[in-house]
């Protein structure tokens, strides 16, 4: 019992050391945004008396909530263009299987696969010619489809799993679409259909190629504001790690808040 | 298995055709528009910077990205960083899933702390990492090795791509642990206690139980990592720059080079064909191999 | 070549432009100090100019480069006002993507504007940017450390003398380099300091035939030199600090001496950002075989796009923050040493700039006997100091940057690095079509 007690004690601190180290850089970067400039690049120290200075300092250069806003509207607004797209297309997929879904699937992957610095330029021009540069709308599209396969692959491994019996028998007790679909489907979808979201919410928020290439002031999202403050001249580790936090704070209390519900269906299929 | 059902079947009514329809048809003008643009592109002579130079020009494009010795080295920095990374998240994640699978005390919160780094947007993290983390003057890996009186290490200059390793795969290994969390999470209990019964040390049992249990649940975190790491951008440019030399150039920097230093469309879109086919290649053996895995 | 597409999607988008009472411009800008500095002071000129709104953004060097380039060639539009430098300028200018800057008012007082800086923005005689800061290189040192070691600072040092110094007061216990240098590569950043020391060592980028000389013996000699100088007597990971690395290096006492831009003078004299304001000594840049091209010219200037929608609003803005008045402005606000540098005969005549910047003088005759157009031994076909005013340069530029700081880090030998260069260098030009 001792011996028991004392295995799970070590377990536990080993656990803890390295989820300790793993964090490590996140906490570190949140506590460099409280320090001055000098302090920042003195030796590591915990012991400092904490300042806002650089979070002030950070905010008359740029307003962050304007930046912030822009994200918000094209992480979730792609998401749910890309979920309304997806689901059908992946529900069709995982009911109705015929000899091309697999050869769609994959394909659809692949699309991912493309660097994309080289189409930045054929994009540019096309995005200049429908209006679509610097509009919150022309991001919302470019991640929809940039999400769109991973989503849809998602969406049909979750759906695949489903018990199929009970859709079988729900409709030959005369249930119409409708009833099928709120009744049935919805319930037994979601935790798939969030998790698949939240993890397209993500990957929309942290993408950097696009948001940086295809806006200028208007639809600018935190990336861009990362990018106002890397590398600038003096001493500025503070007012990076300052605006480094507040760019990835939302997302990272967000992916803390639903992690459960993303492990939950983040499973691709992985798990019968 | 499920028997094939015939294409006039319906879902509330409407044919796959008309469901799946939107996304195939999106998704394939996504993927033919800038295709057929850089193929088209690819056979052009067309540098942004020399507006009066165009023309076509066949296959110059591609014999002048072929003849460039820095497209080998890039293909071979691709293929590095994409393996170690692979294998460190795989082998981490599987490693960690072990022990995050096990009773302690406040293991919820040490699980949201060592997945959070994958919420981290990849710029934030290479600039937390170039410059707290890994600065040879002021980095705390710096101050590490000095309470060690050890010299301390220039990351970026004397492990380039060891660097870009540390970083992506700090950014990937909480994603494989997410999953391979989850599947671990269905293991049949029964049959663990029935091996250990039959006096199986925690080594068998981790690899004739544990591990074949998780085998789809690698193959997916392989062919999603796959699919991202093909294509690392944001690290690289944020740190090296794709140096010192080309130490630390991938195919998507190198690309980026071509398309957006030399602002030549045409060398960038044959980069970005050569891609498409590289992609594919590896689709085909790699994504196949998978994906029969999960479909069984 | 004008693309045209008809998809369905641009059907589907409607989109309209907020549509306000006042003119609203975008300005694009680098994140310098000088320029967050503007930022911060324009509340003065939309007070003054109600009817113009302005909108900014703000990014980091090689991004803003690239956002910008990529919008200038493909005529996108998106900003009515550009932060450029004295290499795009004319290469702007002659593909006709500027829109050319005669016709300034009578108060913008032209003629007050140093020749060489705003000649480096002309094309066929026409200005297309107006400087907003100007420099030169010139060398940094600590007084205090070369007393302790009894060294005497000559009016014109030589590198040989520098390395010389170097080793007598390089302190690597007490985090003291001898000499700090760009690394970190980039046609910008390391490039532009050993362009100007193979200037000084008489090689060239390009002969009068666009060969390049990169496997010369003269950028032999200056590389070698750099590699075993910065190895030796340099701070740890040289080949990553770049201009504002080594600027937060020597404001914090981590380097002996440092060559680089004019515009650090500013900043290490002002103690609120430098610990080293009171041991501040400077000397021109060093010299070697020849002083031809051994400091640089460069400068940071505003233009208008020719894809601008609202060139007067624009043309109202830069001609406001080049301005005398600007100056003065930041002068008040800001304190003297803070003003952007470089671009004013007025400002170095102005008492309080004078009394407030002991290195004015300095750095004006850097500016002033920089010459672009003669900056090599031997002839050559370009103009530029530290770069060679081509479109293919940027590139070229970067590829050999990559090989210096490669050959810095000992992952290749000199010999390797240089030879990688010419040849990538002459597949680069030889694609652009310079040999026929």
């Known amino acids: ?272 | 298995m499920n028997k094939p059902r015939t294409a006039g079947r319906t879902v509330g009514g409407l044919r796959p055709l008309a469901l799946q329809g939107p996304a195939v048809t999106l998704l394939f003008l996504w993927m033919i528009v800038p295709l057929a643009m850089t193929i088209w592109f690819s056979l052009q002579r067309y540098n942004l910077l020399m507006p009066g130079m165009t023309g076509f020009a066949g296959l110059e494009n591609y014999q002048y990205l072929f003849t460039d010795p820095a497209l080998w080295t890039a293909m071979l920095n691709t293929l590095l960083l994409v393996g170690w990374v692979l294998v460190i998240t795989v082998v981490g994640g599987t490693l960690l899933a072990v022990l995050f699978q096990q009773e302690f005390f406040g293991r919820g919160i040490a699980r949201v702390l060592v997945i959070s780094p994958f919420f981290v947007m990849p710029t934030v993290s290479a600039l937390v990492w170039k410059n707290l983390m890994m600065h040879p003057a002021n980095g705390v890996l710096a101050w590490v090795a000095s309470l060690f009186g050890a010299e301390p290490v220039d990351w970026f200059s004397s492990l380039p791509m060891t660097s870009i390793v540390i970083i992506v795969a700090w950014q990937w290994l909480p994603f494989a642990l997410l999953i391979l969390l989850t599947a671990m999470q269905s293991l049949d209990e029964d049959q663990v206690e029935a091996a250990r019964m039959d006096g199986a040390g925690p080594l068998s049992v981790f690899f004739f139980i544990t591990l074949p249990h998780l085998k789809r649940a690698i193959s997916v975190v392989i062919m999603i990592e796959m699919i991202f790491l093909l294509t690392v951008f944001a690290e690289i440019f944020v740190t090296t720059s794709g140096g010192p030399g080309l130490a630390t150039t991938n195919l998507a920097y190198l690309i980026y080079i071509r398309a957006l230093l030399d602002f030549d469309v045409g060398m960038a879109s044959a980069g970005g064909v050569v891609a498409i086919v590289l992609a594919n290649i590896v689709a085909i053996f790699l994504v196949r191999m998978v994906a029969k895995n999960l479909e069984d | 070549m004008k693309l045209s597409y008809a998809l369905p999607l641009a059907g589907m988008i409607a989109f309209s432009s907020i549509a306000a009472d006042a003119e609203t411009i975008t300005v694009a800008t680098v994140n310098n100090n000088d320029m967050v500095i503007m930022q911060r002071l324009s509340d003065a000129f939309e007070k003054s100019h109600p009817d113009i709104n302005l909108q900014w953004v703000v990014l980091e060097e090689n991004v803003l480069r690239q956002r910008l380039t990529t919008d200038i060639a493909t005529q996108g539009g998106q900003f009515d006002v550009m932060t450029i430098g004295t290499y795009e300028a004319p290469i702007w200018a002659e593909r006709g993507w500027l829109t050319p800057l005669d016709n300034l008012p009578a108060d913008y007082q032209q003629g007050d504007l140093l020749k060489p800086v705003i000649d480096g923005l002309s094309y066929k005689g026409k200005p297309y940017a107006l400087p907003f800061y100007a420099e030169s290189s010139m060398m940094y040192y600590r007084k205090d450390l070369f007393k302790k070691a009894g060294i005497k600072m000559t009016r014109q040092p030589t590198w040989n003398e520098v390395r010389d110094w170097a080793s007598k007061i390089n302190d690597p216990e007490n985090k003291v380099a001898g000499i700090c240098l760009r690394g970190k590569p980039g046609w910008g950043e390391n490039m532009a300091f050993a362009s100007t020391l193979v200037n000084t060592y008489g090689g060239r980028w390009f002969n009068m035939d666009w060969k390049p000389e990169i496997d010369s013996k003269a950028w032999h000699d200056a590389i070698t030199f750099y590699v075993n100088l910065l190895n030796d007597y340099g701070p740890k990971g040289a080949s990553s600090n770049g201009f504002n690395e080594n600027l937060a290096l020597f404001s914090r006492g981590n380097c002996g001496m440092w060559v680089d831009a004019t515009s650090a003078a500013g900043k290490l004299y002002n103690p609120d950002e430098s610990e080293v304001a009171d041991k501040l000594g400077f000397a021109p840049a060093p010299v070697a075989v020849t002083p031809k091209g051994s400091h640089w010219l460069w400068s940071w200037a505003l233009a208008i796009p020719a894809s601008s929608k609202s060139k007067d609003a624009a043309k109202e803005f830069i001609t406001w923050a080049t301005s005398r008045q600007y100056i003065t402005l930041v002068g008040e606000k800001e304190g003297w040493t803070s003003v952007p540098p470089g671009t004013r005969e007025s400002t170095y005549t102005n008492q309080k700039y004078q009394q407030a910047a002991p290195f004015a003088d300095f750095v004006l005759n850097a500016i002033r006997n920089a010459d672009p157009t003669d900056s090599t031994l031997k002839p050559s076909p370009y103009t530029g100091v530290q770069f060679a005013g081509i479109p293919e340069f940027q590139s070229i530029g970067t590829q050999v940057g990559q090989m210096i700081a490669a050959a810095l880090t000992g992952e290749m030998s000199v010999d390797q690095a240089l030879s990688n260069a010419q040849r990538a260098t002459e597949r680069t030009m030889e694609r652009a079509g310079y040999y026929k």
């Open chain 1, 1 to 272: 019992m001792n011996n028991s007690m004392f295995k799970r004690f070590c377990i536990g601190l080993l656990a803890w050391v390295i989820a300790f180290v793993i964090f490590f850089p996140i906490f570190w970067m949140v506590l460099t945004g409280f320090k001055t400039e000098t302090a920042a690049i003195a030796d590591p120290s915990l012991i400092f008396s904490p300042t806002l200075d650089s979070y002030i300092e950070v905010q008359q250069r740029a307003d962050y909530f304007k930046f912030a806003w822009n994200s918000v509207v094209i992480s979730f607004g792609s998401t749910i263009l890309a979920l309304l797209i997806a689901i059908p297309a992946a529900y069709s997929m995982a009911f109705l299987p015929t000899r091309r879904t697999k050869g769609t699937l994959l394909w659809m992957l692949s699309t991912k696969m493309l660097p994309p610095v080289g189409v930045l330029v054929p994009i540019y021009l096309l995005f200049r010619d429908t209006g679509l540069l610097d509009t919150k709308l022309g991001l919302v599209i470019v991640y929809t489809l940039m999400n769109l396969p991973i989503v849809v692959w998602m969406l049909y491994t979750f759906f695949k799993d489903l018990p199929r019996d009970i859709l079988e028998a729900g409709r030959m007790d005369g249930a119409s679409t409708l009833q099928e679909v709120v009744y049935l489907l919805l319930p037994l979808t979601l935790p798939g259909i969030a998790s698949t979201g939240l993890l397209s919410v993500i990957l929309s928020w942290n993408e950097a190629f696009w948001s940086l290439n295809l806006t200028s002031s208007q639809a600018a999202p935190l990336t861009a504001y990362i990018a106002s403050f890397s590398s600038p001249e003096g001493l500025f580790w503070a007012k990076l790690s300052a605006a480094s936090t507040m760019a990835i704070a939302p997302i990272l209390v967000f992916g803390w808040l639903t992690q459960k519900q993303m492990v939950r269906g983040l499973t691709f299929g992985a798990v019968k």
